[in-house]
């Protein structure tokens, strides 16, 4: 008699641990499946509306981060985002230190030496901004003798030193800084990235306008380090985000109605 206790309490406990050596496997074989490989994503820390910091949440918001998160979904892998200056996203792409970037970051031949980008994802171009009581400058061409703001490492201090070389160009790290210095006098205009410029003037300025036509239409790209694996599924991503209207809905909620392809920066 205690011998069939003995086994039947035996086959118990046997067929416990099988069950929970089944539930780890099934758990641990859910928990693979749901991750992908994480990526780092070296982004600007103030390009609005493509990327900036949220002071109340503390976390990085923008036209950007939402595309590549959404780009990160679809392509199945994760991002970390980290912020720093512009100059900071081109230089860890080249030195391969992070695996993506994207920071509103204007395809150029010269760029593309170093780095490699996806396909263009927005169609942006310069623009200036002026005080709203200067007559005098009504487009680049009037530029000559004044002193005008941009910040450096951009498309834009390349645009004035090669087309404008009789204006006193003046560089900032951040292009607030620039703003701000129109703000209160200290330069005559500011030449950036369209997108940025008529963001500011209608939401953060203090009697600023812009003057003149697009400039130098131009292109954005996701930049990764030199024949980075990451290219093609990054341009399959965007090119399903696109032809599905989740771009269109990122779009609009930073921008109003889509104008990709469109339009035509760092």
Request: aromatic residues 10%; hydrophobic residues 35%.
């Amino acid at each position: 008699m205690k011998s069939k206790w003995y086994l039947f309490i035996m086959v118990l406990v046997l067929s416990t641990i099988l069950v929970a050596c089944g539930s780890d496997s099934e758990e641990a074989s859910g928990d693979s499946g749901d991750s992908g490989e994480t990526y780092t994503v070296a982004t600007d820390n103030n390009f609005v509306p493509f990327e900036f910091m949220n002071e109340e949440t503390g976390e990085m918001e923008g036209f950007d981060i939402d595309l590549i998160k959404a780009i990160a979904e679809e392509a199945g892998f994760n991002v970390e985002i980290e912020s720093m200056k512009f100059d900071g996203v081109v230089a860890g792409m080249q030195s391969g230190r992070y695996d993506i970037g994207i920071a509103g970051m204007t395809i150029t031949e010269e760029r593309k030496e170093t780095i490699d980008f996806s396909d263009p994802y927005y169609d942006a171009g310069l623009m200036l901004a002026v005080s709203a009581d200067n007559e005098e400058i009504k487009s680049a061409d009037d530029l000559t003798g004044k002193k005008v703001g941009t910040r450096s490492g951009t498309t834009s201090e390349a645009y004035i030193k090669e087309n404008h070389p009789d204006a006193e160009l003046i560089t900032f790290p951040g292009i607030v800084e620039a703003y701000m210095d129109l703000e209160a006098g200290r330069l005559d205009a500011v030449m950036y990235d369209v997108p940025n410029v008529q963001y500011y003037v209608a939401n953060d300025s203090e009697g600023l306008k812009t003057a003149g036509d697009i400039l130098q239409g131009e292109q954005y790209g996701i930049a990764f380090p030199k024949d980075s694996e990451l290219v093609e599924d990054v341009n399959e991503a965007l090119q399903t985000l696109i032809d599905n209207g989740t771009y269109d809905d990122i779009y609009e909620k930073w921008f109003g109605e889509r104008k990709y392809g469109t339009e035509s920066s760092e």
